[in-house]
């Protein structure tokens, strides 16, 4: 299983854009790179998955360079809402391998 | 109505008791998976099952043991349980199509005393 490093915590004041950095220097051919949003005493949710360049949704955008070595989750105008803990998680498609979940990226946003 | 139901939401329990936890899916996976939470840590993986006749051990298996009754159904059982598996306990589904997009339920608070 493919490894990922990210920041413990991150502060940010509301209506700024947020990015979060993960390190996975091991990641596999056929690795997709997946992150996952947890808010307090709930499960976490699926946010955006990419493979390659960027990647964009309704809720962020994911940046992966050309060596797949690292991925930035981008979420553009963060509100009091978007305090959270950010999961970046590698694994192969369709999941054959079960996602490993690190200790996230704790995001705190000020008013 | 939640897509992924787990049974109890919370319970306290007395070390050395046995205490099953129930989880119940009506998404039509066929992968479930049981995830533990540490306060202030990430998840850490116990068992998962690719199907009913498939069962895994992840991360964390030991002190735990798992049963898949049917597609719709994956039960964690503590069989002793012991205060440092005060947690919060997840359920998780996916299947082939939905790859390494896994929808979780609420969780499951377990106190042991």
């Known amino acids: 299983l493919a490894k990922t490093t990210q920041p413990i915590s991150m502060d940010s004041y509301e209506g700024q854009e947020v990015n979060i950095t993960c390190s996975h220097n091991n990641i596999a051919t056929n690795d997709y790179i997946t992150w996952y949003q947890q808010f307090p005493s709930q499960g976490p949710r699926f946010i955006i998955q990419g493979y390659k360049t960027k990647v964009t949704n309704e809720v962020a955008s994911l940046f992966i360079p050309a060596d797949r070595k690292s991925s930035t989750l981008s979420l553009p105008r963060v509100s009091l809402s978007d305090t959270a803990v950010y999961y970046c998680l590698v694994g192969d498609e369709p999941g054959n391998t079960p996602l490993v979940f690190g200790k996230g990226t704790r995001l705190s946003v000020i008013a | 109505d939640a897509d992924v139901t787990q049974t109890p939401r919370n319970r306290i329990t007395k070390t050395g008791k046995r205490i099953m936890l129930e989880c119940s899916q009506t998404?039509?996976?066929?992968?479930m998976y049981w995830y533990r939470q540490d306060p202030g840590l990430g998840l850490r993986l116990i068992y998962y099952s690719f199907d009913v006749k498939d069962i895994n051990k992840g991360e964390i298996s030991d002190g735990y043991s798992v049963s898949r009754q049917a597609q719709a159904k994956f039960s964690l059982s503590l069989e002793s349980a012991i205060p440092n598996q005060t947690a919060l306990y997840f359920c998780a589904t996916s299947d082939l199509r939905t790859g390494n997009t896994i929808y979780f339920g609420e969780g499951s608070w377990l106190t042991v005393v």
């Open positions: 998404k039509g996976h066929d992968r």
